[in-house]
């Protein structure tokens, strides 16, 4: 792990190796709840689940009555447990890749040496999951079928780079620099979102995981990767200043 001060002069590459404390701290976590859930019995996994999951309809109950404490838990505690090894480094590696080009833009943005990059970036990667559960929720207020995973966080990484993708690398300036932008970002949202779509509904998702994918919460976060991305960068930026 590194500090975010050796940051801005690492390549991705390097970063991906040896991430910066912000994401090599998410990861750790997540891999070491799956490690220690590995090896507890099968009763106290349950409960450990049954406690941090999000499952629509019991958290819109506990909303109902009041009860924010609960659904506070399940939308911030269900991105950091896995259902099995496969879905844990899958999302790990999402994380890492995804996570290094967000960081270090981030970080670019901020002045000299006095980067707040590393709470901008858990902050974006956190609230990325909570908007990722509540697409989830609101298209299934009706189920049980309860969600885990870092995987809507990830998403939202993936529409922040999308969107640093189009901007950084397309025909900025000027109202149709901006409008040409605009659509190939749509165009490309398209493209990512359906592929995610198919695979999250294909046997190969059954077969890694057991049963489909959320693809709810991942298109979630992804969209809320590409719009609320530019205000995080912001943020990292401002409070260096």
């Not at 590194?2 to 990861?27: F, H, K, V, W, Y």
């Not at 406690?51 to 404490?69: H, I």
Request: proline share 4%.
């Amino acid at each position: 792990m590194t500090s975010p001060e050796d940051d801005d002069q690492r390549s991705l590459l390097a970063m991906i190796i040896d991430p910066p404390n912000a994401i090599a701290g998410l990861c750790a976590l997540m891999a070491a709840l799956h490690a220690a859930l590995a090896f507890a019995p099968a009763r106290l996994v349950g409960q450990v689940w049954r406690l941090f999951e999000l499952s629509p309809r019991p958290v819109l109950m506990a909303l109902e009555r009041g009860d924010v404490a609960s659904a506070a838990r399940a939308f911030l505690g269900y991105m950091f447990f896995h259902v099995n090894a496969a879905h844990l480094l899958i999302n790990l590696a999402a994380i890492l890749a995804l996570g290094a080009v967000v960081y270090r833009e981030m970080e670019a943005r901020a002045a000299a040496r006095k980067s707040d990059a590393a709470a901008a970036f858990i902050a974006f990667f956190m609230i990325s999951g909570m908007a990722a559960g509540a697409a989830f929720v609101l298209a299934r207020p009706d189920a049980y079928q309860p969600m885990i995973g870092a995987s809507g966080g990830a998403a939202g990484l993936a529409g922040a780079c999308a969107w640093l993708f189009v901007t950084r690398t397309g025909e900025g300036g000027g109202l149709a620099g901006d409008a040409l932008n605009f659509v190939i970002l749509v165009l490309t949202s398209a493209v990512l979102i359906i592929a995610s779509i198919y695979l999250d509904t294909s046997p190969l998702s059954h077969k890694l995981f057991g049963s489909a994918s959320a693809w709810q919460a991942h298109v979630g976060g992804y969209v809320f990767g590409v719009f609320a991305y530019p205000l995080f960068e912001r943020l990292a930026g401002a409070a260096a200043r």
